[in-house]
């Protein structure tokens, strides 16, 4: 498996998931509940296990559920994960929470002897200077972002763990990287949360109290690509079912706006009215991130989700869900 190329990497290779226990880690998040969402469409068994049952961070727990529970499929969608100040303000739950969380999920998965492992990371592996579009080959080519880099570190120690057991015991473990994500079940904190569940809250609140300025943090010039969950949790179903390959692979839409530009088209998706101003004394964060996907294009699977549209359902989302929202 060593020293694959993007020709053998785009090669079709097929597993089938149907009639297989799969156990999604982190059912509860955004990620992994639209995971839950995307496979229960295909004819496989959906385990998860819930905070209270078990504690992803404690390695007896883990080894114990796996053996117990027995998954033939595994997804890593599991992690601690927030935008640029929750990075800054937790380093060692963004560091050690996801060290540990990945290390017990896929040592436990190799130790039951798990068919098919997916990992996922996100885009903020790449160094901060990093060409752009992002490939995958810029791992590890440089210094990477100050403001993620304990989430980041985490991540890859993630890929480079299933890469170490795909080499050393031939398991079929492979790790996606997505790109900056928004969608149903987001985390709506007023400043953990990302970009998009930040603006889409904070242009809400203006509304509804008719305010006629709201703040948006940094410059607005830095560029970030978004992708709708469900197109994420619809790649994974693709990667699990026709990808087999040591490399990570991107999973974006490949385009990228200014935080400017998607702060003006959150502000027309709520439809407030009022002015956005900026807070230059929040950082920026990276300059670009957006995804060079060429590598997923090739193996046929792309997004399908336009932004206007895939933030109009992500709006409709947050407003039937509000109550528990602002619990
Ligand atoms: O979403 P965000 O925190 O993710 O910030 P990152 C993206 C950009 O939006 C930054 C700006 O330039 C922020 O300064 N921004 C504007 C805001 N208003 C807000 C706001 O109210 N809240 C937030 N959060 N940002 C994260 C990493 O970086 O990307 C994570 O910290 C992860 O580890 C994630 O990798 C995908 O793209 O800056």
């Given at each position: 498996m060593a020293g694959e190329n993007v020709l053998s990497i785009a090669r079709s290779v097929t597993y089938d998931i149907s009639g297989k226990r799969i156990w999604v880690t982190g059912h509860r998040g955004m990620v992994g509940s639209a995971v839950v969402r995307r496979l229960s469409r295909e004819s496989c068994e959906i385990v998860t296990a819930g905070r209270t049952t078990l504690d992803l961070r404690r390695q007896a727990e883990v080894e114990a559920w796996v053996a117990a529970n027995r998954p033939q499929v595994v997804v890593v969608a599991a992690a601690k994960v927030g935008g640029i100040h929750a990075n800054a303000t937790y380093p060692v739950d963004f560091l050690y929470d996801n060290l540990a969380i990945e290390a017990n999920v896929i040592h436990a998965a190799f130790k039951s002897g798990v068919e098919k492992l997916l990992f996922l990371g996100s885009s903020c592996i790449y160094p901060?200077?990093?060409?752009?579009?992002?490939?995958?080959?810029?791992?590890?080519?440089?210094?990477?972002?100050?403001?993620?880099?304990?989430?980041?570190?985490?991540?890859?120690?993630?890929?480079?763990?299933?890469?170490?057991?795909?080499?050393?015991?031939?398991?079929d473990f492979i790790s996606a990287m997505p790109t900056n994500l928004y969608g149903p079940?987001?985390?709506?904190?007023?400043?953990?949360?990302?970009?998009?569940?930040?603006?889409?809250?904070?242009?809400?609140?203006?509304?509804?109290?008719?305010?006629?300025?709201?703040?948006?943090?940094?410059?607005?010039?830095?560029?970030?690509?978004?992708?709708?969950?469900?197109?994420?949790?619809?790649?994974?179903?693709?990667?699990?079912?026709?990808?087999?390959?040591?490399?990570?692979?991107?999973?974006?839409?490949?385009?990228?706006?200014?935080?400017?530009?998607?702060?003006?088209?959150?502000?027309?998706?709520?439809?407030?009215?009022?002015?956005?101003?900026?807070?230059?004394a929040r950082p920026d964060g990276p300059p670009r991130k957006v995804l060079d996907v060429s590598r997923l294009a090739a193996m046929g699977w792309r997004a399908a989700t336009p932004l206007e549209e895939g933030l109009r359902g992500y709006y409709r989302w947050f407003l039937d869900n509000i109550d528990h929202i602002r619990q």
């Open positions: 901060r200077e990093a060409p752009q579009p992002m490939a995958e080959d810029a791992l590890l080519s440089g210094p990477l972002e100050p403001t993620n880099e304990w989430y980041a570190v985490a991540k890859i120690a993630g890929i480079k763990l299933c890469q170490a057991y795909r080499r050393q015991h031939g398991c079940g987001d985390n709506f904190h007023p400043t953990d949360s990302h970009v998009p569940a930040a603006l889409l809250r904070r242009l809400h609140e203006a509304k509804e109290a008719a305010l006629s300025e709201v703040a948006v943090w940094g410059s607005g010039q830095p560029r970030r690509e978004f992708l709708h969950v469900d197109d994420l949790a619809d790649a994974c179903a693709f990667l699990l079912k026709s990808y087999s390959g040591e490399s990570h692979v991107n999973v974006g839409t490949g385009e990228d706006v200014t935080i400017a530009d998607f702060a003006e088209r959150v502000r027309r998706v709520v439809g407030w009215e009022g002015r956005l101003v900026y807070d230059t």
